[in-house]
């Protein structure tokens, strides 16, 4: 058991964070999307501590996040065809590119693939960390595998308290979905995993339609089909909640019977839904079990924009729990 502290989003705060990596810990940290755990990327030691405070399968790769390109050159390759997406950097964009063959990265970290997956955090106390430490941070999402993502501190201690080194408490994250994530193959790119980028952007930047991976050659690995679960059973584009459900909205609010009720965005705005979709599981599933409601029905959401990631991570929060699927995008 590890005292976990709670740390302030100052001066003090960053350079005990970074004390932390330098010492081979882990440390939670905001970012844009959601709350990361961090530690030293190319320490093995460091590494496996992710994956214990996480207990994540370790077939499952990490992203490696960097403060700026030049950091991110001496860990990949970027080809010219990813040219079009680099100014939509720094941001919720995750790119899998070949590793050089001299990057320093612990093994731990790919799983053993030949590629890296790489981000540029645009979150301002994420760019303070990676500077202050000064190397390149592997950071899944700062919760218990298989769990709802962490968009707070509180969030994070809620799931981690005793197995991490500190958390730094930055507020709640701006998009509150995690990073879209793209590969290429011989043919173009892939949408991996889509995330806070929406699709349509990324297709407007390169002016090429995105593809899904249909094989499992360049699907992202270690996508388990039941994630971000809670403890109640999920119905998903429902029309209105049973008596026997708590109700999780968008847009209009049909009448809940049960009395439970929380509305992801009352103006069915998708950005404000992604915003308040992990917290609003977290508070739904919360108060459903204080009701004794075993689901939650959950409204329809667009399939377009943010829509495409808010219903991916729905669909998993309902999925049966513990099945291990094949590799899939969305
Ligand atoms: P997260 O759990 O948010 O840290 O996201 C990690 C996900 O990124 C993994 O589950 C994979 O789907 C994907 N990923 C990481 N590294 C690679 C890689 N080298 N190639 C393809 N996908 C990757
Ligand atoms: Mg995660």
């Not at 202050?132 to 298989?146: I, K, M, R, T």
């Not at 197995?163 to 507020?171: N, Q």
Request: contains cysteine; charged residues 20%; aromatic residues 4%.
């Amino acid at each position: 058991m590890l005292k976990t502290e709670l740390l302030r989003p100052d001066a003090g705060g960053i350079a005990a964070a970074a004390a932390h990596l330098q010492a081979a810990g882990t440390v939670a940290f905001p970012t844009e999307t959601v709350y990361g755990l961090g530690a030293d990327a190319r320490s093995d030691a460091a590494v496996a501590g992710i994956f214990a405070a996480k207990d994540r399968p370790r077939f499952n790769p990490l992203i490696v996040h960097v403060a700026d390109l030049d950091a991110m050159r001496v860990l990949v390759e970027i080809p010219p065809a990813a040219t079009p997406f680099l100014p939509l950097l720094p941001g919720p964009l995750t790119l899998v590119l070949p590793r050089r063959a001299g990057a320093q990265i612990s093994p731990l970290v790919t799983a053993g693939l030949e590629s890296l997956a790489i981000r540029i955090p645009a979150h301002r106390l994420a760019q303070r960390l990676l500077t202050a430490f000064g190397g390149p941070l592997a950071a899944p999402s700062a919760n218990p595998s298989g769990k709802v993502s962490a968009t707070t501190a509180a969030h994070v201690m809620a799931g981690l308290n005793g197995r991490i080194s500190a958390v730094v408490d930055g507020g709640a994250c701006a998009v509150g979905l995690e990073s879209t994530i793209i590969g290429f193959d011989e043919q173009g790119w892939l949408l991996l995993r889509p995330g806070g980028v929406p699709v349509e952007v990324l297709e407007a930047a390169s002016g090429q339609p995105m593809r899904r991976p249909t094989g499992t050659k360049l699907a992202a690995p270690g996508q388990l089909a039941s994630h971000y679960a809670p403890e109640a059973l999920m119905r998903l584009n429902a029309d209105a909640p049973e008596p026997d459900e708590a109700w999780l909205g968008f847009g209009p609010d049909p009448a809940a019977p049960s009395g439970v009720a929380i509305n992801l965005s009352p103006k069915a705005d998708l950005t404000e839904a992604a915003a308040a979709l992990f917290a609003a599981l977290r508070k739904v599933d919360t108060r459903a079990q204080a009701a004794n409601l075993r689901r939650i029905a959950v409204a329809k959401i667009p399939q377009t924009g943010l829509g495409l990631a808010i219903n991916d991570r729905l669909r998993r929060a309902a999925a049966p729990r513990d099945m291990p699927v094949t590799p899939r995008a969305s």
